[in-house]
């Protein structure tokens, strides 16, 4: 079993639609968490960074963690055709010695005009 | 300022060679880590190095090799190169080597082993 689980895709969606992304893990150690955008033959971009359980939100763009369920969201409003990528999840532990950071596979997301 | 710096954008190398690639970081970053990333998969984590020295490893084998330098900058090596070490790598840059500072990817560099 992976440590993070993310569902592949692909997912199309047409424009102005609310997106939802998730991941699930199994590393308890986890505490660290994240979401990174990349589009095609480009490196990640690092969209949203969370600590612990709780939502954080910027501008259409919404994070949530549920530690408890081992659970993690992303959450894009009014998305645009621009929002058009893969979303990888990541995510790291305290104390392992290394900056590790252990991702999702990435869902590839389409917004359709 | 300048994210962070990969060369080169693509390389093409037969099975046994040899290859070096190249990072710069994030102005004011020391922490330097380096990522292999598959077709249709998420980044696999293989060195970090913060202050010139190895801070961790992930499941590689002893082919792959990396330094930093004075400067921060860091060189990824792989030793002879198998078809299966087709991949993005990525380098990422963190202000320092803490698990709470946050990671900025560069561009990557494409290699293709034939």
């Known amino acids: 079993q992976k440590e993070v689980e993310q569902d592949p895709g692909p997912l199309s969606v047409p424009e102005g639609a609310i997106v939802s992304l998730n991941c699930t893990y199994s590393n308890s150690a986890f505490q660290y968490f994240m979401w990174y955008r990349q589009y095609s033959r480009k490196g990640p971009e690092l969209l949203m960074y969370t600590y612990s359980s709780g939502n954080k939100e910027d501008g259409r763009f919404t994070a949530q963690v549920d530690k408890s369920s081992k659970y993690i969201s992303l959450f894009i409003r009014d998305s645009q055709p621009s929002d058009s990528a893969t979303y990888l999840c990541a995510m790291s532990a305290i104390g392992q010695g290394a900056q590790k950071l252990v991702f999702g596979q990435g869902t590839r997301l389409t917004i359709n005009p | ?114």
Do not use: M
């Not at chain 2, 990333?37 to 696999?44: R, T």
């Not at chain 2, 190095?49 to 060189?75: I, L, V």
């Open chain 2, 1 to 114: 300022d300048a994210g962070v710096t990969q060369s080169p954008t693509h390389l093409i190398k037969t099975r046994g060679q040899q290859v070096t690639l190249r990072c710069s970081p994030i102005s004011g970053h020391k922490s330097v880590s380096w990522y292999q990333q598959v077709l249709g998969q998420g980044p696999q984590f293989i060195f970090q190095y913060y202050e010139k020295e190895e801070r961790g490893r992930g499941n590689f084998p002893d082919r792959f090799s990396a330094r930093q330098f004075p400067n921060y900058s860091s060189e990824l090596n792989v030793n002879a190169l198998l078809l299966g070490d087709s991949a993005l790598y990525l380098c990422a840059s963190s202000r320092t080597a803490a698990s709470y500072n946050e990671q900025f990817f560069g561009p990557g560099t494409r290699l293709t082993v034939l």
